[in-house]
DNA sequence: TCTATATTTCCAGAATTATCGAACCATATG
DNA sequence: CATATGGTTCGATAATTCTGGAAATATAGA
C-alpha cells in the first residue's frame, strides 16, 4: 500500500480525518506490530463496540490496519508502510519537491512586476 | 502552522480528504508561491464558483492556503509549511519513529509463546 | 450441546458536510 | 454615479457519515 491514486491518498485521509479514528491508530501505532484487540481499543478510548467496529473498519478498508483472529479475539495492529505512504504521497504531491520553506506570500501577479 | 496538536491534524487531514480540495491544493501546490485567483482554480476544477469558495475556506480555515487580494481577484496559494507539518505529523506520530517496514502480522498475543 | 465471551452486522435516527443558485459585497472603470 | 467583473455569503436541499442498541456470528469451554 504505497498509495498511488489520489483515491487511495483521499481513503486514507479521511480514515485519519476523525477524532476516534485518529485516536485508534495512534493507540495501535504505540502498540506496536503486535498489535491491540478491539476489545481493548473500545475499552481505552471509551466507546461502546459497536462504534468502535464501524472505525476499526474504516481503517482497514483505507489499508491503514490490519485484522488477525486470536481465538475469539480480533487483534488489530497498524500498517505503518501505508501511514508512511500517506506522508510520502503529501510530500510529493502537496509539497511539489520544493522546499516547503512556507513562501506564501504573492505580491505580483497579473501585474508584470 | 506545524501541526502540534491532533486537532489541527484532523483539521488538515479532514480539509484534504475531500476529492475537490485535494485537486484544488494539488493544483495550487503545482502553480507555486504566486498561486491562482479563485476564478482560474474554479475553471480547471470545472466547478460552480460558490461550491469552490466553500472548499477553499475550508482550506484556509485548516491553515493549506493563504488568500490575497489582488485588485478585485482574490488569488489563493499554497501554505507548503503546513502541509509539510502534516507529513511530519504523520511521520511521528503514526509511524511511531519506527523503520515503518511493514510487519503487521501478530501471530502470538494472549500466549505466551 | 448449552452457555459465555468477543466482536461484528444491522438498522434507524442524529449530525455533519457538500451542492449550487440567488443575492450580496468589493473593486475597477466609463 | 452606473455598470461590469471577481468572489463570497446565504439558504434550502441532498448526500454522507456517525452513533449505539439489538440481533447475529464465531469461538471456547463445561
Known amino acids: 500500500m504505497s498509495i498511488s491514486t489520489s483515491e487511495a491518498a483521499i481513503a486514507a485521509l479521511s480514515a485519519l480525518a476523525q477524532e476516534h479514528r485518529l485516536a485508534a491508530f495512534r493507540l495501535l501505532v504505540e502498540a506496536g506490530p503486535e498489535g ?10 471509551g466507546m461502546p463496540p459497536s462504534s468502535l467496529s464501524f472505525h476499526l473498519a474504516h481503517l482497514e478498508r483505507a489499508g491503514l490496519v490490519a485484522k488477525t483472529r486470536l481465538g475469539r479475539t480480533l487483534i488489530y495492529s497498524a500498517r505503518f508502510a ?8 503529501l510530500l510529493e504531491n502537496c509539497c511539489g519537491g520544493r522546499s516547503c520553506a512556507d513562501a ?6 497579473a501585474k508584470g512586476a
Not at 491491540?36 to 478510548?45: M, W, Y
Not at 501505508?82 to 504521497?89: M, N, P, Q, S
Open 36 to 45: 491491540l484487540p478491539a476489545g481493548t481499543v473500545a475499552d481505552r478510548l
Open 82 to 89: 501505508t501511514a508512511r505512504g500517506l506522508a510520502d504521497y
Open 104 to 109: 506564501a506570500v504573492p505580491e505580483r501577479l
